[in-house]
């Protein structure tokens, strides 16, 4: 893993200039990602330029649609810790607000990349957009190729039993439950960040005390029980539990939330940072008639999750 050097602006320096560009969300960082980037790396062995990413923040979709609440498979955070397990040398995070969207395709060709970023190569997908009401596409890119500089590179999407594998296909797989297809298409379990809050103590009151966590921007897998792992920021240590993603229907909760229960584990992790693993989906989330089905189901899920 290299140290990767983040900027928030198009202000890069030299020694980041005249390299490959890989422009995207890269939300996940799934193995058609992955791939994208086992390609930088021949090119960068070839040709000796180092990798940067460009990336937006928030998210283009989730800054045109402000309902879409939850949606991202990773955060910022776990982006850039993911990156730079692929070597990546350099990212922008670049600020996507109402004045960046108005930018002209153009002026985003010329003066950001031709100027300002100076790539030798571009990676870009297929259906990549970009300016002012997107009227950019990859076709503009390759128009002014001569004039900027630059070589775009369009590498072919990962497909496997026929399917494209992309950072939609993954939300989707997550909020049906299939667990196991996306851990297995990150080449790593799925996971979710976030600081410990004070709950309602009602985990407690049952028997069964669990870390709460807000899980904020991130995508809403299938609401119900799941076997996790996890650990605290800057520790190596993993911790297993069970979690149970959801409202909580049993005591009418209406707003989502992460519950974990680690086992043999009595430490007070309150305004902690975890990250939580997901290891197995176990079952979905459903409302009890009293607390006592409730109490007797988590202890068959609580062996179900040590298995």
């Known amino acids: 893993m290299v140290k990767i050097n983040l900027y928030n602006s198009f202000n890069i320096k030299k020694k980041h200039k005249n390299s490959i560009i890989l422009i995207g969300n890269f939300d996940g960082i799934h193995l058609g990602h992955q791939k994208l980037f086992k390609l930088a790396k021949m090119y960068k062995k070839k040709y000796s330029f180092k990798i940067g990413v460009l990336t937006f923040e928030p998210m283009p979709k989730m800054f045109f649609n402000p309902n879409l609440k939850n949606f991202r498979l990773s955060n910022l955070n776990q982006k850039i810790e993911n990156l730079g397990k692929l070597n990546v040398d350099f990212v922008i995070i670049k600020k996507f607000d109402r004045k960046f ?27 990549f957009r970009f300016g002012n009401k997107r009227e950019g596409d990859v076709k503009q890119l390759i128009k002014y190729e001569g004039l900027c500089n630059y070589k775009i590179v369009k590498p072919q999407p990962l497909v496997i039993k026929k399917k494209v594998i992309s950072s939609s296909l993954l939300r989707k797989y997550l909020q049906s439950g299939k667990l196991n297809h996306v851990n297995k298409l990150l080449n ?120």
């Open 188 to 307: 790593r379990n799925w996971s979710i960040e976030g600081k410990i809050q004070k709950g309602r103590q009602l985990g407690t009151k049952i028997g069964f005390p669990t870390a709460n966590l807000d899980i904020n921007n991130y995508i809403l897998a299938k609401p119900g029980v799941y076997a996790v792992k996890v650990k605290k920021k800057k520790s190596s240590k993993y911790i297993r539990g069970i979690a149970n993603l959801g409202y909580r229907p049993t005591f009418n909760g209406k707003k989502i939330l992460l519950e974990v229960h680690l086992f043999n584990f009595s430490e007070n992790l309150y305004n902690k940072y975890l990250k939580v693993e997901f290891l197995k989906f176990i079952r979905a989330e459903k409302k009890f008639k009293n607390v006592d089905q409730l109490r007797k189901q988590i202890k068959v899920d609580l062996e179900t999750a040590k298995k």
């Open 101 to 127: 969207s108005k930018t002209k395709s153009i002026s985003f060709i010329k003066e950001t990349l031709g100027k300002k970023i100076n790539p030798k190569f571009i990676f870009v997908s297929n259906n």
